[in-house]
């Protein structure tokens, strides 16, 4: 059974990859249609007046109905044609990224994928970080960051998904840097890619009537249009799964903990060498050896930290995980990486936050097998 929204293979275990429908959802459609076929088929004679019902996955139906769009996500293979794809045509590509996870956002080999296409980098989440960073300390950070990705964005715009006026600003440079031309939205999962996507849908339908298709069917590249004018569009694409962004191994309810809501207040540890702190059960973050510094935490307000002595910190963390350090994963071990710190830096936990180191230090950072962990310029 495919969606006739989008083409996609209708499934009922993951509900944010293509063709999802909650099980009782498609257990509803395939009673309903057995009963119009039954009565169709005792309806001989006259023209069959009653059509099959036409199965939409919950995406489609949502688009259809309430004009939103709900996130999806891609196997790499398949985000890697659509990149491809994008390359081909002369377009301009926004790519939205996560300011408190940027790191875990940035896609991969994006310069290569996009055919020399314009780029525009929206930083989203802005309001996670501390207010009296400003934005252009923040823009020249990030374009710093994205060069060394060799990236070069035309400009970076910073959002935050919840606010109109960066909304509306984002249209506007948008419509700026498109001339003419069709508008790819890209980015990887929890950037709030959609969330900006149903914002802009939303102060678009204000003034025209915007209708949004998913109209690719046939296709397993479940793109969403966005008419912008007469023969344009802004397109929406799944987002791409990157596997090192600590969120894919958090059980739902923990997933709090990784996408903060508000404003997070940075704390600031006065540590002597052979100090561990402990960011709930999640990560662990030891000062091997230097000279005793106050190391600034940047994480969700509600992840525990705990202080502790480096000697007996594993025994420790066996002994106390799951409930003083909290949360954590189940089964999950965590993996030591070790780092020579020579001028102040960020060691990031990804997705999860990270530690400014001011001065020279050896350091090790810990996280469960599979979550990166990058040591960048500091940002603050
Ligand atoms: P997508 O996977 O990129 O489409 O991301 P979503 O739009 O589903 O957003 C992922 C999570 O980030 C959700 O919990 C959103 O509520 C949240 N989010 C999106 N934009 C922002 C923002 O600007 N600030 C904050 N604090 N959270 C946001």
């Given amino acids: 059974m495919y969606c006739i929204g989008c083409g996609a293979k209708i499934q009922t275990e993951a509900k944010n990859a293509l063709g999802f429908l909650p099980a009782g959802a498609l257990k509803k459609k395939i009673a309903e249609r057995d009963q119009m076929e039954a009565v169709q088929a005792g309806d001989e004679g006259s023209e069959a ?3 099959t019902e036409d199965l939409y996955c919950q995406r489609c139906f949502r688009l259809r ?3 939103e769009i709900a996130p999806t996500s891609l196997t790499d ?5 659509l990149l491809k794809e994008i390359g081909q045509h002369d377009a301009l590509i926004v790519n939205v990224v996560d300011i408190f996870d940027f790191n875990g956002s940035l896609i991969p080999n994006l310069h290569k994928l996009t055919g020399g296409n ?4 929206v930083a989203n989440k802005r309001d996670v970080l501390p207010k009296s960073l400003k934005v252009g300390k923040l823009t020249a950070w990030l374009r710093e960051q994205a060069a060394s990705r060799s990236l070069k964005p035309k400009d970076i715009l910073v959002t935050s998904a919840q606010n109109k006026d960066d909304v509306a600003e984002l249209m506007e440079a948008i419509e700026y840097y498109r001339r003419g031309r069709d508008v790819y939205v890209v980015g990887v999962t929890n950037v709030g890619k959609s969330t900006l996507i149903n914002a802009i849908i939303k102060s678009a339908s204000g003034s025209e009537d915007v209708i949004t298709t998913s109209r690719f069917p046939g296709t397993t590249l479940d793109k969403i249009e966005i008419p912008l004018d007469e023969d344009s569009a802004l397109i929406d694409t799944p987002g791409i799964i990157h596997r090192g962004q600590i969120a894919h191994y958090l059980e739902p309810e923990d997933l709090k903990y990784v996408s903060p809501r508000k404003e997070i207040k940075p704390k600031t ?7 561990t ?4 059960g999640l990560a662990r973050f030891d000062f091997i050896s ?3 510094q106050g190391m600034t935490a940047y994480f969700d307000n509600e992840i525990n930290v705990h202080r502790t002595k480096l000697e007996g910190a594993t025994e420790f963390y066996e002994k106390h995980k799951g409930e003083l350090l909290a949360p954590a994963l189940v089964g999950a071990k965590l993996v030591r990486r070790e780092f020579k710190i020579t001028d102040k830096s960020d060691i990031v936990f990804s997705g999860l936050g990270w530690v400014r180191v001011p001065q020279k230090a050896v350091v090790a950072a810990w996280v469960p097998e599979g979550v990166d962990v990058v040591v960048r310029k500091a940002l603050i």
């Fill in 49 to 51: 007046s009653i059509k």
């Fill in 65 to 67: 109905h309430y004009n």
């Fill in 77 to 81: 293979a398949d985000f890697l044609r």
């Fill in 118 to 121: 314009d780029l525009l980098m």
């Fill in 269 to 275: 540890y006065q540590l002597d060498p052979e100090q």
């Fill in 277 to 280: 702190l402990f960011f709930g």
């Fill in 290 to 292: 230097g000279e005793r």
